[in-house]
T-cell receptor, first 115, second 112 residues
């Protein structure tokens, strides 16, 4: 089975400070990992993904994420937060080796960036 | 513009009254899927389709039906809606093999 955990319901950070949104996963094989962002009354938008290759993945809007196989983590980071980054963030995983085609999503983390 | 379009965006209905939420994508994607989003539970997959005439159950298929007669359309059918199907529904599509999902804007359904 595949699963993903986002341990924080909400993350608060001041504008200009670095931010981290945590994600850990569990798969039997090798993971595809994704981060999506959801703004109010909108659908989810793709931010970045890890499939293979470099452990540090860069994505949209200055976000990046680091794949750590030993810790089974894929934390989302940004060096300097903006108020406009305030949104709901979802981590998702799919097991590459098990033939399962669906993504499993975490429960989401609300990021609040204070001016 | 590449997009996934869902209709209606908002719907209030009563228990037992059949309804259909339409989904259409203009990106020629083979894979399409329906999710429901509930507070604290993230997104859970209802049904998915690998291609025309090929559909399969996701994690929470009970009470739902789908069809895939054309590549671009993937309607979600609630034959006899119940209050526990009150939720925010998302349609999504992608190309094969690990590509990212493109989501519609969502359909908020309330069943009284």
């Amino acid at each position: 089975a595949q699963s993903v955990a986002q341990p924080e319901d909400q993350v608060n950070v001041a504008e200009g400070n670095p931010l981290t949104v945590k994600c850990t996963y569990s798969v039997s094989g090798n993971p595809y990992l994704f981060w999506y962002v959801q703004y109010p009354n909108r659908g989810l938008q793709f931010l970045l993904k890890y499939i293979t290759g470099d452990n540090l993945v860069k994505g949209s809007y200055g976000f990046e994420a680091e794949f750590n196989k030993s810790q089974t983590s894929f934390h989302l980071k940004k060096p300097s937060a903006l108020v406009s980054d305030s949104a709901l963030y979802f981590c998702a995983v799919r097991d590459m080796d098990m033939g399962r085609r669906a993504l499993t999503f975490g429960s989401g983390t609300r990021l609040q960036v204070q001016p | 513009e590449a997009q996934v379009t869902q209709n209606p965006r908002y719907l209030i209905t009563v228990t037992g009254k059949k309804l259909t939420v339409t989904c259409s994508q203009n990106m020629n994607h083979e894979y399409m899927s329906w999710y429901r989003q509930d507070p604290g539970l993230g997104l859970r997959q209802i049904y998915y389709s690998m291609n025309v005439e090929v559909t399969d159950k996701g994690d929470v298929p009970e009470g739902y039906k789908v069809s895939r007669k054309e590549k671009r359309n993937f309607p979600l059918i609630l034959e006899s809606p119940s209050p526990n199907q009150t939720s925010l529904y998302f349609c999504a599509s992608r190309q094969p093999r690990g590509r990212e999902l493109f989501f519609g804007e969502g359909s908020r359904l309330t069943v009284l």
